[in-house]
Each structure stands twice: as C-alpha cells, then as structure tokens.
C-alpha cells in the first residue's frame, strides 16, 4: 500500500488499518493547522483504491476498524464514496467500524438522503472539529463556517445515524477571547450533542498564520492554568444528553474524562484540585500533537 505522507488518524484508530481515499484536505485553510499544508488536495481514483483495498486484504483480511483518511472524504462525490465503501465491505467482511474526519462544508454539501446511504454503505463513526463555538474566533481561525452551521452539520451527520466524536481546542480563542470561547464553544457543542467529545489544547505549529500573528504580538496565548480555568468553565457550560467526554489527549496540560452529564460534579473537582496544585500539571517538554 502506498501512503502520501505525511498521514495522521485520531489517537482511538491506533490499531485500525488506514485505507488514504483522498490526499490532504479540501479546505486546508485553518490558522492554526499545518497537517495537510504540504499537500495538494485530490482523490485518489478508484483504481488506485482498488489496489490497496487489494494489497490490505492479503495482509490484514480479518481486520475490524478501517480508518479512511485523509482530511475529508465526505470532499468525495457520493457515488465515488460509495464505491469505495462497497469495495472495503466486499474485501473485508468481518469489519465493525469505518470512521473517517468530516468537516461542516462538506457535511452540509451532502443532502440527509446521501448522509444516510454513506452510513448505511458502512460509516458508522466521524470525527468532528467543532474547534469553537465564538463566531469571531471561527472567522479568526479560517474556520470556513459560523456557529450556526457548524451546529448544522453536526446534527445533520447525526440525523443520518452516523455517529460523532467531536473535538474542540482549549486556548483557540487567546487572552482575549477565552472566555467567550469557551462559553459559545459549550452552546455548540450542547446543541449538537455528540455521543463523544474531546477537547484539545492549542498548540503552535511552526509556518501556521497564527504562529505569524503570536510573534507579531496579535494573539496571546493562555498560561497552563488559564487552560485548565478555560476548560473547567467548557465542561461547568456543558449542558449534553449522554457524552464521553476526554481530555486526555497528548496536547493537554492536564486529563479529565467521564460521562456527562452524569459525573460533571466530579470532573469539575478533579479541575479545581489540579488549579490549585500545579504540580498536577504536565510539563510543556511533555505535550505533543
């Protein structure tokens, strides 16, 4: 199989075979990302699908979790997507789980009736980067929606049976906006109302727009506790049906997880322990995307 580096998945698809269908990604324009800046979106054909679905089922037939990469697949016309789709449950029929990223533009570019064929095709899980809920903050990322539309594609991708694990970054909105930041990012992220949802802290990419405005002094970031003040006042907001919640991921100053909102008063605790014992905190030589 042939990968286009560089190639990322989420940390929970570390044991899934990743299957590249498309090449960077289509809207490759956030401020505080350089994942895919080194490359030129497209998708790949179905031939050359083909021959990786074939290479993968001579090796890893058995396999339960495919992870499609790369930034977006839903970039994919439908029909391509299902044809993908068909051939991954023709070469590996003992799979469980098919996931992939899916960004708003591209969610709300597909009706409820293609959502739905993609998810009965075999997508059951997509992740989701809510990043904010501060309508400033999403035009000062590049972000490419309002708060509106992002609570738009998350329901709709949901209505269409798909399952969601949303993320969001702790720090995006600065010194300046914080609070702001994490007030509206809770609104969204409620409305929406994901069956997951993790939360991230920022960290600066070197040859990213914001790394350019940070040395120019146009945005300030967060101290470690103003990011755990920060999420602590996301989670307090948070107002969800039933939600795995974590922030565990390697970017994080501090790891807080549990179902909300059923264990919120508990999560809350942990924060307030780890704000007053900065011990508690990892050190920035440990954090990493």
Request: hydrophobic letters at 40%; proline letters at 3%.
């Given at each position: 199989?042939?990968?286009?580096?560089?190639?990322?998945r989420p940390p929970s698809e570390a044991r899934?075979?990743?299957?590249?269908?498309?090449?960077?990604?289509?809207?490759?324009?956030?401020?505080?990302?350089?994942?895919?800046?080194?490359?030129?979106?497209?998708?790949?054909?179905?031939?050359?699908?083909?021959?990786?679905?074939?290479?993968?089922?001579?090796?890893?037939?058995?396999?339960?979790?495919?992870?499609?990469?790369?930034?977006?697949?839903?970039?994919?016309?439908?029909?391509?997507?299902?044809?993908?789709?068909?051939?991954?449950?023709?070469?590996?029929?003992?799979?469980?789980?098919?996931?992939?990223?899916?960004?708003?533009?591209?969610?709300?570019?597909?009706?409820?009736?293609?959502?739905?064929?993609?998810?009965?095709?075999?997508?059951?899980?997509?992740?989701?980067?809510?990043?904010?809920?501060?309508?400033?903050?999403?035009?000062?990322?590049?972000?490419?929606?309002?708060?509106?539309?992002?609570?738009?594609?998350?329901?709709?991708?949901?209505?269409?049976?798909?399952?969601?694990?949303?993320?969001?970054?702790?720090?995006?909105?600065?010194?300046?906006?914080?609070?702001?930041?994490?007030?509206?990012?809770?609104?969204?992220?409620?409305?929406?109302?994901?069956?997951?949802?993790?939360?991230?802290?920022?960290?600066?990419?070197?040859?990213?727009?914001?790394?350019?405005?940070?040395?120019?002094?146009?945005?300030?970031?967060?101290?470690?506790?103003?990011?755990?003040?920060?999420?602590?006042?996301?989670?307090?907001?948070?107002?969800?049906?039933?939600?795995?919640?974590?922030?565990?991921?390697?970017?994080?100053?501090?790891?807080?997880?549990?179902?909300?909102?059923?264990?919120?008063?508990?999560?809350?605790?942990?924060?307030?322990?780890?704000?007053?014992?900065?011990?508690?905190?990892?050190?920035?030589?440990?954090?990493?995307?």
């Amino acid at each position: 199989m042939i990968y286009e580096q560089p190639l990322y998945r989420p940390p929970s698809e570390a044991r899934s075979l990743i299957l590249q269908v498309t090449v960077g990604c289509s809207h490759n324009a956030c401020s505080f990302c350089s994942m895919y800046k080194r490359k030129y979106f497209r998708v790949k054909t179905l031939d050359e699908i083909k021959k990786d679905i074939a290479w993968a089922k001579e090796r890893y037939g058995g396999t339960k979790r495919i992870f499609l990469a790369d930034g977006d697949v839903l970039a994919m016309e439908t029909d391509e997507l299902l044809a993908v789709l068909e051939e991954v449950r023709q070469a590996f029929p003992d799979v469980r789980r098919v996931s992939a990223y899916a960004g708003p533009t591209n969610i709300l570019g597909k009706s409820l009736e293609e959502l739905t064929a993609i998810r009965e095709a075999g997508i059951s899980l997509a992740y989701f980067g809510i990043e904010s809920g501060d309508s400033q903050v999403l035009e000062d990322v590049k972000k490419g929606v309002t708060p509106e539309e992002m609570t738009q594609a998350g329901k709709k991708i949901q209505q269409a049976g798909i399952g969601l694990s949303a993320t969001v970054i702790i720090g995006l909105g600065g010194r300046e906006r914080w609070r702001e930041h994490a007030e509206a990012t809770a609104e969204v992220a409620s409305a929406i109302d994901p069956v997951y949802l993790s939360a991230l802290t920022l960290m600066v990419e070197e040859g990213t727009s914001l790394a350019g405005k940070i040395e120019a002094g146009a945005f300030n970031l967060l101290t470690p506790g103003e990011c755990l003040a920060e999420l602590r006042l996301l989670i307090e907001r948070l107002e969800l049906t039933r939600c795995t919640f974590r922030s565990n991921h390697a970017s994080n100053y501090f790891a807080v997880g549990g179902v909300l909102p059923l264990e919120k008063e508990r999560m809350l605790e942990d924060i307030d322990r780890a704000l007053t014992d900065s011990r508690l905190l990892k050190g920035e030589m440990f954090r990493g995307l």
